[in-house]
Each structure stands twice: as C-alpha cells, then as structure tokens.
C-alpha cells in the first residue's frame, strides 16, 4: 500500500524511500515496495550474506567498526516477502561486538536509495528524535565517533556473486544509517490478537500526530509535484500503462482503463473538497503507517519502522491511508499463507466497517476531528486509494512485467478491479458512518 517520483516517466517500483531535495526525484514507496524492519530474522543464501558483508564493511567503518568487530546475524525481510539473491531491500541485522555500554546491538545497517538527499535524513533523524521523546517505539540511531548518525559514503564498492565475471560497480555518495534492530510481532487479520493491535495501531497514530504538534523542525514539505493529487494520478497512470502489458488480457486490459479513467475524476474532485477546506490540521507525517511498518508486543505498538516518507502533510491523508491498509487489505499469516506477498481486500467492497470503527474510535480517543475535517475522511481515502490499490492489492498485476509472475489469478484480478470501481460509491454510502466513528 503506499508512497515517491512525479516525473513524466514511471519510476521502477521495487525500491522503498521517498522524499528528496533539490531536482532527484524519490523512487516509489508502497505496501509491498518498501523495506520495513521486521520482527524476523531472515536467513538467505550464504551467497547473499557474503555479498552483504562485502558491501557493508566500508560504511560501518564509518561507525568504527573494522570486518572484525561485527557479524551479520540475518536481514530484515523486504516487504514483499520475495527475498533474492538479488534483493537490495533486505537489510543486513548486524551483531556489534560490545565496547562500550554505548553501543547498542544488534543494529540494522540501512543503505538508502541514490535519489535520498542528506537534507531528507537530517529531517527524518530529527522527527524520530523528536517521537522517541515523546514515547514513541522509535528505533535508536546509532550515532558515530564524530557526533552524525548518518555517513555519505563517497564509494561503495559492490560485487554480483551470480556473474560469472565477477561483475563489480561502485555507488558514489551513498548514504547510509544504522538503527536499533526492535523485533516484535506482525499485524494479521484474524489473527488471536488483531482487535487488540488494530485497537493498539490506532492509537499510537494518534500519539505520533498529537506528538508532532509540537515539532521544532525545520518544516520537512515535499514540492507541489509530490502533492496527493500527485501522487494519485501517478498510479493511475500505472494503472493505465499496465493495461497494455504482454501479459495482460483483454478483459483485466479493460478494466484497468476503466479504472484510470474514473480515478482521475474521483481523485480530482477528492483534492478539490480537501483543499477548499484552508484550515486543515497540517503536520509532520509518518508517511507509510501501515502494518508492515509496525511491530507489536503485550497488545501494543513496540516499534515504528521506515521513516523514509515522513513530511508535513494533511493529518487526515495520514489518517486514511493507515485506515485503509487496516480495515482494507488482509494481512496473512506469513508462515501459514499458501502465497506470500498478497494483501488482497479484506471484504467485497470497501472497509470492513467494524473494523474501521473500531480504528477511528481509538483514533479519536487521543486526536479528536477539527471541524469539518470529519467530513473529508472518504475523500482522503479516495486521494489515496490509487497508490494502496498498486503497490498492495494489484502489484503483480500492474507490475508483472518487472516481478515476472502472478500471484492472484484471472478471476480474483477481476475483483480487485472491481473493488477499485466500486471504492467511490462505497465511501459516498458510508461517509456519515465513517465521520461519526471519529467524532464519537
């Protein structure tokens, strides 16, 4: 589900940062795009581990740790829960050797994307400052001898072990973090504790908005071509280019047109009744609250992951897009899911109402609605369902030239396209309920 580039040209959707300075544009973010830390250790081919081990030694050198004072223990899972040899979003989870009672470990060792400027990790690193103290389950960043908790790296050297010629390239500028690795559980729908970490979820959004308040900053605003209508026509756009795609056929072909050319209608008019409404609650955002980016403990949020989207925006963007990805999309158990990856709707049209409820209420318990905002909550959840509906439930559907398969098949694309285009009705029925369910 969401977050990312708004130049003409679509960017690859497997890389997960957003936000950027300057001209660079961020790649695309989204539910199964991004690269969440996650509460398990993921063990890939020694191959990879090597390659890894290769790639991160120079820039913990930056942190003072030479090859011989850490070891790589494992990797966060990427997101879409398709790791490769090939995978660059599986973070390495290092195990430091102690020092120091400084030194925290294990860490993860998060090399960013080339699009990221220092001037979006400066902010980053200080709003997760900020919510850590605050009480938010931030992870710690794990601060060099010289007093930065970043490192450009002007030259990583790296190698493919899978060439047969040893292929070898350099990232010139690369730069780089290490934060404390914060295990926990996942989020999953039906699962024996979902009431209580959707319950749990909600409300640690609102303490991270209420937190916000009172931010310092500077303010961390993306460009106007990075807006939610932005945004919104930028996936639509996908939807609309993989509507010719090889593998595509006549009937998903058309429906995906379908789907663009209605979404450009609602996405506009959504971002028109938003933006009329001038005094909005306006603040730093998390950017990709959702439940991969989430782990939970004792019926509670203990970590925060993947700042990497965060921003000064409309609250209630925020808002939506987290109800969505909850109270919208199944969360499968991943170790008894037959198909990995997929995060289908969790019902036939729309939210699943009492779950959305019961997330607005424990929302509002903490961060109650400003007047009129309420109201707008379906057409935040309209600007944000072309980004949710890419990179969660259609994914391999709009991206299939890239992942090369298909998860779901013919039929359930189908449905998918048609929960998209029945979405606007659906929120036009329920958009009383919905703002009664924040404002109680």
């Known amino acids: ?76 899972a990427a997101a879409t829960d398709r790791l490769s040899a090939a995978a660059p979003a599986a973070h390495p989870i290092v195990e430091v050797v102690m ?17 990221l400027s220092e001037r979006d990790i400066v902010a980053r690193h200080a709003f997760m400052r900020h919510l850590s103290e605050r009480g938010l389950p931030v992870p710690a960043l794990l601060t060099r001898p010289e007093g930065s908790a970043y490192a450009v790296v002007p030259v990583v050297p790296l190698t493919d072990p899978q060439q047969a010629d040893g292929f070898s390239y350099v ?12 295990p926990g559980r996942r989020f999953v729908t ?21 937190a916000s308040l009172d931010f310092p900053g500077p303010t961390h605003q993306w460009p106007q071509n990075r807006s939610a ?45 938003i933006e009329r409404q001038s005094d909005l609650p306006r603040l730093h955002i998390h950017g990709d609250y959702q439940p991969h980016n989430l782990a939970f403990e004792a019926d509670s949020v203990c970590a925060i992951y993947d700042f990497d989207a965060m ?12 109800l969505l990805a909850f109270t919208g999309l199944r969360w499968e158990d991943e170790t008894a899911a037959s198909v990995a990856g997929t995060t289908p709707p969790l019902v036939a049209r729309g939210l699943d109402l009492e779950r959305a409820r019961a997330f607005l209420a424990a929302y509002g318990e903490i961060a109650k609605p400003q007047p009129g905002e309420a109201e707008l909550l379906g057409d935040a959840l309209l600007l944000v369902l072309p980004v ?53």
């Open 99 to 115: 020092q120091s009672p400084l030194v925290q470990s294990p860490v993860v060792v998060r090399c960013q994307p080339m699009s």
């Open 388 to 440: 949710i509906f890419v990179n969660g439930i259609a994914d391999d559907l709009v991206s299939a030239e890239q992942n090369g398969h298909s998860i779901y098949s013919q039929r359930e694309c189908r449905a998918h396209l048609e929960w998209a285009e029945t979405f606007p009705a659906w929120v036009e029925e329920q958009r009383t309920t919905l703002r009664d369910a924040w404002v109680q």
């Open 190 to 210: 039906d699962g024996p504790s979902e009431d209580s970490y959707l319950e749990a979820a909600a409300r640690t959004l609102a303490a991270l908005h209420t």
């Open 1 to 76: 589900m969401v977050p990312d580039s708004l130049s003409s040209d679509v960017p690859p959707p497997n890389v997960g940062n957003a936000g950027g300075a300057g001209d660079a544009l961020p790649p695309l973010v989204g539910l199964r795009n991004i690269s969440p830390l996650r509460m398990a250790k993921i063990h890939p081919p020694e191959e990879y581990v090597d390659r890894a081990r290769y790639e991160i030694a120079t820039v913990l050198q930056y942190w003072g740790y030479r090859p011989e004072l850490w070891n790589i223990i494992g990797f966060t």
């Open 229 to 273: 209508l932005s945004f919104a026509r930028l996936y639509l756009a996908r939807i609309a280019a993989a509507s010719h795609g090889a593998e595509v056929s006549r009937t998903l072909a058309t429906g995906l047109r379908r789907v663009a050319r209605a979404g450009e209608r609602w996405v506009t008019a959504a971002a028109e009744r």
């Open 171 to 182: 990232l010139e500028n690369a730069i780089s973090d290490v934060q404390v690795y914060m």
């Open 311 to 322: 921003r000064w925006d409309w609250r209630i963007l925020e808002l939506a897009y987290a």
